[in-house]
């Protein structure tokens, strides 16, 4: 094989010679844009780079990147991606996946990947929508949803990715939005970083058939007042006209003024370094009166799946240096038959 | 004299003998079926191998089939608990595990209910008196005590106190009853080890082995083994005993094996002469789960085994890892594959090597998961959406298996194809003496990596094999992108363009059509000429069909045989050798697939023999079908 690339890598390199064909105004095209920025700063050989993907609008990513890609089948991405992580760790694989994707169809394989904390890096682009196939409610959709398939609007209890991926054990869990530009880079810097399964929810707008649906947290007043950026030792606080902060009461979490508070001394020292997944849990969950946490919420550190495997094989073949086939096909009870002796 | 009623004698090999008055009429036969039968947790499975294994260092040629009760511990004393192990042993080629046992070890009334039609006057019946009470019999849906009832006339009916025998054995030690009574199968093992000749040593060093941490099981077991042999020895119970000689087998170095294993060694040879590292994904399934297990003992060769969180994931993950350059493989059995299907079509698609085993049992759906069956053929040549062919290889009896690893991964990596591998529940599982490969005769598999981007374009081809080339991750300016989706030819983009579509769909299948190349032609076994009929077999019915076939020629029928090892591609002479015959009787356990396919081929009309009892064919069958085959022709 070739020497690995070293020259320095730009935003130009990642980008394919492939026209990318989501909808105008989508939001991943911004997802993208990150993405391509992102990868040259990491200091990996493009080369080294795999995006796999399931099927769906989100799952296109890979033709777009000029890396190495493969787009798999409906919900299957994590297990491809442990597969060729397991035998090729050297390798900096990136899992990219939706809504439908993840926790629908392949909701199997998304809590595995996680549980076993295998190094692959799992981006989530949520639209609570299926868009592929022209609008249908997906595991994300809220409770009356009407779409194509929901006409009277949908039952279902709508899934919380954060709070699944916390649930199978993840050990980093993180979440932004689309068009969030420096706090996706940064997050997904993080991600990068972390050497197990790293799950990243990114907010992502269907602007052709679920337009609108993070305006909560993307519409201009709602960006200031709405979200509380998770930051790492600092309390838990939000709010740029009327400053306010997270603070626990009881058994559950209260929204605070901060200016009645005075020094903060009261609210809730970020921590995403728990050793229980319990308050990112809660702050994953927050109901109706308070606001949408963004950043990471979880990041612990944990044996990684595919180093523990091979260090299995390994210690194995260093116990046994001379195994042979020979040894392999003689072991157990053998005997001799004589060839004829005249 | 005695008649001899535990073995078969060939030709004029007879030479019975007495050696003082005192002991018994040692008698010397041929080939004897023994077919050990108990609770599912009396340990038949663990007697029946020790025979084997001490038969196999012996010099025997043998062949074994397991049948194991569908529940893991169904209730004792039941019909549904009831567990066997069937074993011939010969001094002689045989090729199946024999049609009726000449003896039958019936541990408890269910055990001899349960395989009593499938003895021939005459045979051997040695039971536990112990368990042959009127809570057993009710259990077993009796009426009456059949040792005493007279039922049993037409048998040769040996009695023993088992258990009782076995406490008394153990009485000085401090076992509890429970676990003395574990030890009764050991002492049948005795029993039959002292009427076939049989040396103690060998299943004497396995237990010391097996219990090296907790020598006081180790020590009563082999006391019962020795209590049931000096039993015979001392009671005079058999008054004959017997003597199977070596087999004059092919020279060379032998072991016993079952097929599972053999397929897991297979692969690790094909993972060495290939230079690729073994990836296995898998899920426990009935009967594929051994070469989960076998592979993962195997790490110090470098192989990898992830049991996955389902069939899908399992074969998934083997895609991923031979994207990334290792050698992918995943093995299940029916229901399992039809879960993979659509993964199997993504490596159709993105045209990367993967080795699926499909250990084939009853179907359909859950069917008869420790029963035998060659029915998942049309599944796997055809169970997928679109177009979809892939190369099927089928392996012929337990050491088959491992040969037919190393052609499947042959294939896989040169054609860069998914390639299938049927086995079934009947080679898994039965045994038989292996003569050992050289290592340095088996086929160079070594391959190489795609690295010059000069060159390099995702869907070029092989002018010869029509392969695409293998690039990996990790290569510098190779990066390119797979999928599902369709692909144009040569570059490997997203294409909807129908003349393309048209095109690499033909170009799919032609890349399956050559590897006929790589595919002998059909050797026929008997009149290579042709002549009134051939039995054309594959999979695991080659044994019933080789010894009916034999025997039916020593008799003077124009009948041949054949063996189809490659179902997919046919070998290119297939067409033209069913043509010289004037019939083709082709047995097969299931409702005639191959028939169905080789109609539609050749248009043939084959004569399609079916059986779908979960039982593989005897060798009877084969043969009265030959006759049957023959009279019609005639008449
Ligand atoms: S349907 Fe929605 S998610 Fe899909 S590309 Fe269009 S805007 Fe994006």
Redesign the interface.
């Known amino acids: 094989m070739s020497t690995e690339t070293t020259t320095t890598l730009s935003k130009k390199d990642f980008q394919s010679d492939d026209e990318v064909r989501w909808c105008p105004g989508c939001g991943d095209y911004a997802i993208l844009s990150a993405v391509q920025t992102v990868f040259p700063s990491l200091g990996i050989p493009r080369e080294k780079f795999v995006i796999v993907s399931g099927i769906g609008c989100s799952s296109r990513f890979p033709y777009y990147m000029n890396t190495y890609g493969f787009h798999t089948i409906h919900g299957r991405a994590p297990a491809v991606a442990t597969g060729l992580k397991m035998s090729r760790p050297d390798l900096s694989v990136w899992v990219v996946t939706g809504d439908g994707d993840a926790l629908s169809i392949g909701g199997n394989h998304f809590m595995h990947v996680l549980r076993r904390n295998v190094g692959v890096k799992v981006l989530l682009f949520n639209n609570r929508i299926y868009g592929l196939t022209k609008g249908q409610y997906s595991p994300t959709s809220e409770v009356g949803k009407r779409t194509k398939s929901t006409p009277l609007g949908s039952v279902d209890a709508p899934f919380n990715p954060l709070a699944v991926a916390l649930g199978a054990g993840a050990t980093f869990v993180a979440r932004s939005v689309d068009i969030f530009q420096p706090h996706l880079k940064s997050v997904l810097e993080r991600a990068a970083a972390h050497p197990g399964t790293a799950f990243v929810e990114i907010y992502q707008n269907c602007n052709i058939f679920n337009d609108k649906a993070f305006e909560n947290v993307t519409e201009k007043s709602a960006r200031s007042e709405n979200v509380l950026y998770l930051e790492h030792g600092e309390p838990l606080l939000f709010g740029k006209e009327s400053p306010r902060g997270i603070a626990r009461s009881g058994n559950s979490l209260e929204v605070v003024d901060v200016a009645e508070d005075g020094d903060g001394a009261g609210l809730v020292q970020w921590d995403e370094r728990l050793p229980s997944a319990a308050l990112a849990f809660e702050l994953a969950t927050l109901g109706p009166g308070f606001p949408v946490p963004l950043g990471v919420f979880r990041d612990v550190a944990a044996p990684v799946y595919e180093d523990a495997v091979i260090a299995q094989v390994r210690a194995q073949e260093e116990a046994h240096p001379d195994a042979t086939l020979e040894q392999l096909i003689r072991g157990g009870d053998t005997w001799q038959v004589a060839g004829p002796t005249s | 004299m005695s008649l001899p009623v535990a073995g078969h004698e060939r030709g004029g090999d007879q030479s019975p003998e007495r050696s003082d008055a005192k002991a018994p009429t040692v008698q010397r036969v041929s080939d004897v079926v023994i077919r050990f039968a108990g609770d599912s947790g009396d340990g038949m499975q663990l007697t029946g191998s020790q025979f084997t ?1 001490t038969s ?4 025997n040629d043998l062949s074994t089939l397991p049948d194991f009760p569908a529940e893991i511990r169904a209730p004792a004393g039941t019909l549904p608990g009831v567990s066997a192990f069937q074993v011939r042993i010969a001094d002689y080629d045989i090729h199946t595990p024999g049609d009726t046992p000449d003896v039958l070890v019936a541990m408890n009334p269910a055990a001899l209910i349960a395989n009593l039609g499938d003895l021939q006057p005459n045979s051997a019946i040695i039971a536990n008196t112990d368990e042959f009470n009127e809570r057993n019999f009710k259990k077993a849906g009796l009426e009456g005590n059949p040792l005493e009832d007279g039922s049993l006339s037409a048998f040769r009916v040996f009695t023993a106190d088992i258990t009782t025998m076995t406490r008394k054995a153990l009485e000085d030690s401090d076992l509890d009853v429970r676990t003395k009574d574990r030890c009764k199968n050991l002492f049948a093992l005795g029993m039959v080890y002292w009427l076939y000749s049989r040396p103690l040593e ?1 299943t004497v060093d396995w237990l010391q082995l097996k219990f090296k941490r907790r020598p006081e099981i180790a020590e009563a077991n082999i006391k019962v083994l020795k209590a049931g042999w000096n039993f015979c020895d001392i009671t005079q119970l058999f008054q004959v005993r017997y003597e199977v000689e ?11 094996i079952h097929g599972n294993s053999a397929l897991a ?1 297979g692969l ?2 094909a993972s ?1 002469r290939s230079g690729l ?1 073994l ?1 296995l ?1 898998a899920y426990p399934i009935t009967p594929a789960s051994d070469v989960l297990h076998e592979l993962a003992t ?7 085994t ?1 049991q ?3 069939e ?3 074969v ?6 031979s ?4 050698l ?1 493989v995943t093995c299940s059995s029916g229901p399992g594959i039809a879960l993979k299907s ?2 199997m079509n ?1 490596a159709v698609m ?1 045209e990367l090597p993967l080795v699926v085993c499909d250990i084939q049992r009853g179907g359909p759906s859950t069917g008869l998961p420790t029963k035998t069956e060659q029915s998942d053929l049309l599944q796997v040549l055809f169970g997928r959406n679109g177009d979809s062919p892939v190369p099927v290889i089928a392996a012929a009896r337990p050491s088959d298996c ?1 040969e037919v690893a190393l052609e499947a991964v042959r294939i896989a990596t040169r054609y860069m194809v998914p390639v299938v591998l049927l086995s079934d529940g009947y080679i898994a599982n039965g045994s038989e003496p292996w ?3 050289e ?1 340095e005769d ?1 086929p160079d598999l070594r391959t190489s ?1 795609h ?1 010059d981007p000069e060159t390099f374009l995702p869907y070029m081809r092989d002018e010869r094999t029509l392969a695409r080339p293998w690039a ?14 369709e692909k144009a030819d040569v570059t490997g ?2 294409s909807y363009d129908p003349h393309n579509h048209e095109r690499m769909t033909r170009l799919r299948a032609e890349k399956v059509a050559r590897v006929v190349q790589d595919v002998p032609d059909l050797e026929v076994h008997g009149d290579p000429d042709g002549g009134e009929l051939l039995v054309l077999g594959w999979g695991s019915t080659l044994g019933a069909i080789t010894g009916a076939v034999n025997q039916a020629r020593e008799q003077g029928k124009p009948v041949s045989r054949a063996h189809l090892r490659w179902l997919n591609p046919f070998p290119a002479n297939l067409g033209e050798v069913l043509a010289r015959f004037d019939k083709v009787l082709l047995p097969e356990m299931n409702m005639g697939q191959l028939a169905l396919l080789l109609r539609g081929h050749f248009l043939i009309d084959v004569q399609s023999y079916t059986k779908i009892e979960g039982k593989p064919f005897t060798r009877q069958e084969i043969s009265d079908q030959i006759d049957r085959q023959l009279g019609a022709s005639r008449s």
């Open positions: 294994n196999a260092v012996l010099g060998n070596k087999a004059a087998l092919e020279p060379g170095t032998y072991r016993n060694m690790v040879a060495r590292p990836f994904g195997y790490k110090r060769y470098g192989v990898t992830f996955a969180e389902d899908i994931a399992a998934c993950a083997a895609i991923g890892a994207f990334g350059g290792a992918g659509e993964a993504l993105v491992f003569r050992l490969p290592i088996l990596f690295d990996i991750p990790g290569t510098p300016g190779l990066e390119h992108r797979i999928g599902g989706l983009k997203v």
